[in-house]
Every structure is written in structure tokens, then in C-alpha cells.
């Protein structure tokens, strides 16, 4: 798909890996309807976004909530006149240990409201918005590209019992968005990042960085171009669909 004058989605748009994505792909003259609930954040967005070349829509929503996500996608339609593309970026951290023993007594345990907030917003808020972007696709017979942000914790990782189940499963969902939609000429895949060098890692203190760093094989953590330009490989091969690519400079958990 030639993303060139495309309105493509990103939710979680107004920093981080959103931003990252949305910048990018505006340098190739994308359309970006930008999805978050920091209106400051997304306005700061969009300006970098039109200074690189693109076009820019913003929209305050959450996610996890149908009626905000369904109203959203319609007034992106009627902003835009289509959906062409979506990145599934926006999420959450709830991290902690499932059960925390100390002293051979229960110290804590990771609460329902901590696990329900993770699959809210990171499994449920894919699948809502996959859906209504699909929808759009569909009905207006335009053929279009629907990527998850998944992660390499999806294999499990300590500490991560909601957010690891959250991205094994956005990653399932598109391999089954694939086979579903094909027909309609939507292709869908995941992205699987590493250790990236977002603002929020970046205020890791510096021993824990470099223990984090010491397991990489490339020695370094990616950078949040390198995972927009693989968002922008995706968009760009028409033929990659139902595959997960793993970013992540060779780690395994």
C-alpha cells in the first residue's frame, strides 16, 4: 500500500512509539487520525506531523470504552472520508508479581483491578478498535492494513502477568485478523518491540539500564524510528500478512 495521502489510525498517538509512528509515516505524506486522552500531548503531535510533510487529525478517546471508540472511528470518517490504516499502539502498565512472598508469608497480590485495567485497555481496546476500523474498511470497500503492537513480553515475563497475557494476545488476534479479512483485501500483522528508548525507559535509573542493556545481543536498546520504519514495511509489502515481527535486537525473555 502506497501510504501516500492514506488516513492511517494510531491510538496512543500523542507520544512514545505513537508519536515516533505517526511522525514517521507522515514523512511519506500519510494522513494520521490520532487517537489518546492527553489533548496536550496530541496537539503536539499533530504540529510534527504537519511539519513533516503530513496531514493531521486528533481525537480524544478511550479505548477501552465501545461507544467512544465507535463514535471516534465515525467522525475520523467523516473528518478523512476513510480508514485506509490502524496501529493498535495504545497500552498500558499495571506490572507486579502475581503472588509477592516475604518472609515466607503473603506480602501481596496482583488485584483484579490491576489485571483488568491491563486487558482493558491492551487487549480489549485492539479488538475494539480492529473492529470498527475493519468495519469502515469493509463498508467502504477499501482495502487496508491493521497492525497490533504486541511485544516481546508476550512470551512472559516476569512481572507481567497481565500485560505478557495482553500481548500474546493481540498478537493471536492479527494472525486471525488475517485469515478473516483477507478476502476484503485487509491485511493484518504485529509488531513485537524490544527494549525501546522511549521517554518512559529513559527514566529507568542508570544501573537498571544497563543490566537491561547487558542482555541484548546488539548491546543497545532500539530506537522508536526503528519501529515506526517496521510499521512502514508492513503498510508498505503487500505481501506480509499474519506474521508477527519481532524488533527487538535479538533479546529472549
Known sequence: MDINGKTIVITGGGQGLGR?????????????????????????????????????????????????????????????????????????????????????????RMSLAEWQAVIDVNLTGVFLCGREAATKMIEQGNPGVIINISSVSRAGNMGQTNYSAA??????????????????????????????????????????????TAGIPLRRMGTPEEIAHTARFIFENDYITGRVIETDGGIRL
Request: proline share 1%; glycine share 8%.
Open 167 to 212: 500481548k500474546a494476545g493481540v498478537a493471536a488476534m492479527a494472525v486471525t485478523w488475517a485469515k478473516e479479512l483477507a478476502r476484503y483485501g485487509i491485511r493484518a500483522a504485529a509488531i513485537a518491540p524490544g527494549f525501546i528508548a522511549t521517554d518512559m525507559v529513559a527514566s529507568m535509573k542508570p544501573e537498571a539500564l544497563e543490566k537491561m
Open 20 to 108: 515516533a509512528m505517526a511522525v514517521y509515516l507522515a514523512g511519506s505524506g500519510a494522513c494520521l487520525a490520532l487517537i489518546d486522552l492527553n489533548a496536550e500531548k496530541l496537539a503536539e503531535t499533530a504540529a510534527l506531523c504537519r511539519a513533516a510533510g503530513g496531514s493531521a487529525h486528533t481525537y480524544l478517546a478511550n479505548v477501552a470504552r465501545e461507544e467512544e471508540v465507535v463514535a471516534t472511528f465515525e467522525r475520523i470518517v467523516a473528518d478523512t472520508g476513510a480508514v485506509h490504516g490502524l496501529i493498535n499502539n495504545a497500552g498500558i502498565l499495571r506490572d507486579g508479581l502475581m503472588i509477592k512472598v516475604k518472609d515466607g508469608k503473603i506480602e501481596k
